[in-house]
């Protein structure tokens, strides 16, 4: 699982990286969090500000800091999508 935390150095987009990392870690998941601080990668996706946070290339939100538990409910989610068999 890949995990994204798009940013330009603010303390909230820190934060978030910082919280992303928890959450993995509550999560159990097996998943590496990226902090991309990069504007022509930023830009890459169709977010309004940032910070925000990617799951696998799906942007689950930006512009805000998401607590915790929501995050490890994304992981989760992403960590059944990924184990689910493709057709």
Do not use: H, N
Not at 58 to 70: D, N
């Amino acid at each position: 699982m890949e995990i994204k935390v798009l940013g330009g150095g603010c303390a909230r987009c820190k934060r978030l990286v910082e919280d992303a990392r928890q959450a993995v870690a509550q999560a159990g998941a097996d998943a590496e969090v990226a902090y991309v601080s990069d504007m022509s990668e930023i830009l890459q996706y169709d977010i309004p500000s940032t910070p925000a946070i990617v799951i696998d290339g799906q942007v689950k939100a930006a512009g805000r800091l998401p607590g915790i538990p929501e995050i490890v409910a994304w992981i989760r989610e992403a960590a059944v999508q990924d184990s689910t068999p493709k057709s």
